[in-house]
């Protein structure tokens, strides 16, 4: 099995797809080589950060490499050898039409696509010639995909591709064939963005056996489905969120990421979705995967985040959020994402304290810096208008908060219980229910309407810190 991204600036969720179905197939045979191939012989796209980016991701996912990292670029010699080799057998032939002439022609010939103009001619070798594979004008070629099943091409609709440019480029299908081959690679499964490809490829696979007398079994092909977004459109590059990096930078579990890749077109048995990564592996077949669209859901994605993360014990909550809570004591830290709080404000036991209250109520871990930036910035970040609704503009809410503090003052004990009944009294006083009455307090103190849950933090915000806050905020009016 191999992987064999091009870089392309980011690693795109349907790459990391790919890769995971290449990675459940070769964890499920004893024998299985999980290969990683960098096609970088586009030279445009080939910056040295961008395949770190493909490392880099997939060391995240936990695709761990039996062989390689390889890069293509640096086979060159085979597949410029391999392009000789199949044009002295014939397979190949050099042609000098120029784009112009190409242009001029379109549309003329039955072929599709290049007209097969040079394809007798006969023509040498020179500084501008391509070199294009002779198609064979007959009969079909059937791609036999372990996901679609047959599916049929007509040769005489694949025009005389080019192989080798007039620069000397070897271009993608037979470097891609080449590797294939010296790699002894049994399954190639990828987009099926790559389907028109395979009868190409196969063709070429085909004419290097035959070339070589090296009969390499021809590779089983799988062509995943395409990944849709909410529209049912292609995913966008622009507009959808596809960058798998993003994910990893906001947050997201990687366990939890590789589950919800798993279910982009097949799913495990039973009803639950949400599976341990051995049954993931266990259970995965390329035939149970389908060949309708599937519909990238970052709702749904984001909500089995969740799931993942209220099921982590406390400790690793805690330990695991740390790139984004306390950046300076992680090896590794998100991209953009500063909490809002510098280290010397940071308190670690204090965050112990609270994160089993976080635990429950974020998605993802990059959710907790502002849910308790509260505990740990004196400047308190007002969200204004929450603040209006809630307290400037609410005369009821203002006579809470005035009570509140004469009442709160007088507690004998700071914990969440009498915290909870001072409030529900004072609320029943003025006719609010305790949802209402909390809302001026939780604004006051934490700055926002959503947050942990209050009485709990309050008591750990502590008397002093709490009451100067709702003091603070009748002052402000
Ligand atoms: N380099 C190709 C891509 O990134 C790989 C296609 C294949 O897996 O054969 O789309």
């Not at 010699?77 to 392009?83: C, K, L, R, V």
């Not at 064939?177 to 790699?183: A, E, I, P």
């Not at 092909?221 to 960058?243: F, G, I, M």
């Not at 890749?261 to 077949?285: C, K, M, Y």
């Amino acid at each position: 099995m191999r992987f064999a991204p091009s870089p392309t600036g980011y690693f795109h969720v349907g790459s990391a797809r790919s890769a995971l179905f290449n990675w459940f197939v070769a964890r499920q045979d004893p024998e299985g080589v999980f290969i990683l191939r960098i096609e970088d012989t586009d030279a445009e796209r080939n910056r040295e950060e961008w395949v770190e980016g493909i490392y880099s991701a997939m060391a995240w996912l936990g695709l761990n490499l039996d062989e390689g990292p390889f890069r293509q670029s640096d086979n060159f010699a085979a597949h410029d050898s391999a392009a000789q080799l199949l044009r002295r057998a014939g397979y190949l032939y050099y042609c000098d039409c120029t784009f112009a002439e190409l242009e001029e022609r379109k549309g003329l010939g039955a072929t599709p696509g290049y007209d097969g103009f040079c394809r007798e001619r006969g023509v040498e070798r020179g500084p501008t010639t391509a070199l294009r594979f002779r198609t064979p004008r007959e009969g079909v070629t059937i791609v036999r995909d372990l996901i679609r099943g047959d599916v049929e091409f007509i040769n005489n609709l694949i025009d005389d591709f080019v192989v080798v440019k007039s620069s000397g480029v070897v271009l993608y299908a037979l470097a891609n064939v080449t590797d294939d081959r010296l790699d002894r690679i049994t399954h190639v499964i990828r987009g099926e963005e790559h389907l028109a490809n395979a009868p190409k490829q196969m063709m070429l696979w085909e004419a290097m056996n035959a070339a070589t007398g090296d009969e390499v079994p021809l590779a089983l092909y799988a062509h995943l489905p395409l990944l849709v977004n909410e529209q049912r459109k292609k995913l966008s590059k622009r507009k959808d969120p596809v960058a798998t990096e993003s994910y990893r930078d906001q947050g997201y579990l990687p366990e939890a990421f590789v589950n919800y890749l798993a279910l982009l077109g097949w799913s495990p048995r039973g009803d639950e979705e949400i599976v341990p990564l051995s049954t993931l592996i266990e259970q995965f077949r390329l035939s149970d995967v389908s060949h309708s669209p599937a519909f990238f859901d970052v709702k749904k994605l984001t909500h089995m985040n969740g799931e993942y993360l209220r099921a982590l014990s406390l400790d690793e909550f805690i330990e695991r959020s740390a790139p984004w809570v306390a950046p300076w004591t992680s090896a590794w830290r998100p991209s953009d994402r500063e909490p809002p709080w510098r280290e010397d404000q940071f308190d670690q036991h204090l965050f112990a304290l609270i994160a089993h209250l976080v635990q429950e109520r974020v998605a993802t871990f990059g959710e907790i810096p502002s849910m308790v930036a509260f505990f740990f910035l004196d400047e308190l970040p007002i969200d204004e208008a929450s603040f209006a609704k809630v307290i400037a503009n609410d005369p009821l809410g203002r006579d809470l908060l005035r009570s509140a503090v004469q009442r709160f003052e007088l507690l004998a004990s700071w914990d969440a219980v009498s915290l909870h009944d001072a409030t529900l009294t004072l609320g029943e006083e003025l006719g609010l229910a305790l949802r209402k009455s909390q809302a001026p307090i939780r604004c006051a103190v934490t700055g926002s309407l959503v947050g942990p849950p209050l009485f709990e933090s309050l008591e750990l915000l502590g008397r002093e810190k709490s009451l100067a806050r709702l003091r603070a905020a009748l002052e402000r009016v």
